[in-house]
């Protein structure tokens, strides 16, 4: 089993739904959660970064910790096809960049 | 703030050969980390340095080394290419998000390298 687990979809929602996409973990000692978003060819941008658990929102983005239950989440409002792309969960237990990364999600918004 | 900057960020190479690939961080960023990212296994974390020490290491043959210079710049080197080394290779320059204990990493563009 790995130790962070993430659906690779495609997931495919029309414009302006709400997207909801999530992860869960094994490891309770994870407290730093981050979001990252790839377009295709290119290289993963920092999206949300989140301690422990709790709400951090970012414009249309809002990610969700729920560290009782292992699962974090991000929701992007009003999604545009620009939104398209992969987007990735990683989180680490500390520092020394030991982060460990989901598989992403892929995302298709249809206009 | 200039980003992370790979070089070069496409390469084709034959079998047997070797590639060296490049990475300047984020200006005051001194830790580096390298990635393989491939469609069937995703970001797999190659190794990190630090003021120009290897700090950690993941599961790669000894065919994948790499380096770090006083200026922060890294380089990585595969040696004897074979096909399935065939995929993206991403350098992270490692920094803070925001206030002590948010550690993070920004990506660069990639350096794809394609094996023949």
């Known amino acids: 089993q790995k130790e962070v687990e993430q659906d690779p979809g495609p997931l495919s929602v029309p414009e302006g739904a709400i997207v909801s996409l999530n992860c869960t973990y094994s490891?309770?000692?994870?407290?730093?959660f981050m979001w990252y978003r790839q377009y295709s060819r290119k290289g993963p941008e920092l999206l949300m970064y989140t301690y422990s658990s709790g709400n951090k929102e970012d414009g249309r983005f809002t990610a969700q910790v729920d560290k009782s239950s292992k699962y974090i989440s991000l929701f992007i409002r009003d999604s545009q096809p620009s939104d398209s792309a992969t987007y990735l969960c990683?989180?680490?237990?500390?520092?020394?960049?030991?982060?460990?990364w989901g598989a992403g999600t892929k995302l298709i918004i249809k206009p | 703030k200039a980003g992370v900057t790979q070089t070069p960020r496409y390469l084709i190479k034959t079998r047997g050969q070797q590639v060296t690939l490049s990475c300047s961080p984020i200006s005051g960023h001194r830790s580096v980390s390298w990635y393989q990212q491939t469609p069937g296994q995703g970001l797999q974390f190659l190794f990190e340095y630090f003021s120009e020490t290897q700090r950690n290491k993941g599961n790669f043959p000894g065919r994948f080394s790499g380096r770090q210079f006083s200026n922060s710049r890294s380089e990585m080197n595969v040696s004897t290419l074979e096909l399935g080394d065939s995929a993206l290779y991403l350098c992270?320059?490692?920094?803070?998000?925001?206030?002590?204990?948010?550690?993070?990493?920004?990506f660069g563009p990639g350096t794809r390298l394609t094996v023949l």
């Open positions: 990683a989180m680490s237990a500390g520092s020394n960049y030991q982060l460990i």
């Open positions: 992270a320059s490692n920094g803070v998000a925001g206030g002590p204990g948010t550690d993070t990493q920004y």
């Open positions: 490891n309770s000692a994870f407290q730093y």
